[in-house]
């Protein structure tokens, strides 16, 4: 997505623990993984870090990568005929600068039947997705509607960290 925003990157991964604090809000989560996920990169001080992490939200629940089958399953289940947002934080580090930002987009489900839900979950794709589907593979089919940036859905709000690259605040 950002090749073909016409950003140039080289991808670095960090270890960070994802687990939500005790009333953390999805949205202090999401922007909070994605500055740890910036810190934990090794780097020089004039590099600008891009990180993000996104997360399925719904009701109060935070849905993040499935643990196993089983609980990709649970979550198939909770977003069939629903309602849901995808919350993706996004840092922008710079030395010891930084820029924070959040998106959110609502994605309606169709019902799914128990059987769309087992064959999905064996082809293996919502094993590292948060809220265990990949809106650009095969649970496309699932969604009925968005509103907001589709992008975002995807797991990258590419207009959003245009915006906040072009805004820059020293971080350029």
Not at 46 to 68: C, F, N, Q, R
Request: charged content about 25%; some cysteine.
């Amino acid at each position: 997505m950002l090749t073909a925003a016409g950003i140039e990157f080289i991808i670095r991964a960090g270890d960070t623990d994802e687990t939500p604090l005790e009333g953390e809000s999805p949205t202090d989560y999401v922007v909070r993984v994605a500055c740890d996920k910036a810190r934990a990169v090794a780097r020089d001080d004039s590099e600008i870090i891009l990180a993000a992490d996104t997360s399925v939200v719904l009701g109060s629940e935070i849905m993040g990568k499935p643990a196993d089958a089983r609980d990709a399953v649970r979550m198939l289940t909770a977003l069939s005929g629903r309602k849901h947002e995808v919350l993706t934080g996004v840092c922008i580090l710079r030395g010891a600068e930084h820029l924070t930002e959040w998106a959110s987009t609502a994605v309606w489900f169709a019902p799914l039947t128990a059987d769309e839900i087992e064959e999905y979950v064996a082809t293996g794709e919502p094993m590292d997705k948060a809220g265990a589907y990949a809106i650009q593979g095969r649970a496309s089919r699932f969604v009925e509607r968005i509103d907001g940036e589709y992008s975002n859905v995807v797991g990258l709000p590419v207009a959003l960290v245009c915006r906040m690259l072009a805004s820059g605040h020293g971080i350029r």
